[in-house]
Structure formats: structure tokens, C-alpha cells
């Protein structure tokens, strides 16, 4: 079953794309990103797109003298 759906994925997530509805979302998705969406969907995992995803915030270290 997995390996039918993977086999597939590809031309599943460029007909996604091919939608006509495709172009009336807010932002135009990648074709890969689309390709991890049906990917999440498969594993029963929720997809997190990176613009959606809170600002990570990285400090620096003080260096001791």
C-alpha cells in the first residue's frame, strides 16, 4: 500500500498544483510543498508550513574574556 501511494505521490501533488482552485489560495504553493502535505496526510502527521511556523529566536552565547 505504501509503495503504490509513493509511486504516486509525485503526479499527485503536481495535478494539486494543476488545479484550477490552486491559484485562488492566498499563497501559491510549491509543487514539493504540496508533495509533503499528501506525504503528512499519508503518516497520519499535521503539516506545518515554515511561514506558519513561529519565529525561532537564536541568542547568542557570551563570550567570557
Known sequence: MKSAF???????????????????????????????????SYYGKAYADVLDAPAVVVKEEKKEK
Open 6 to 40: 509513493m509511486a504516486k505521490v509525485e503526479k499527485l501533488a503536481e495535478d494539486a498544483f494543476d488545479d484550477q482552485c490552486t491559484g485562488a489560495n492566498p499563497r501559491y504553493p510549491l509543487i514539493a510543498e504540496l508533495k509533503e502535505v499528501l506525504i503528512a
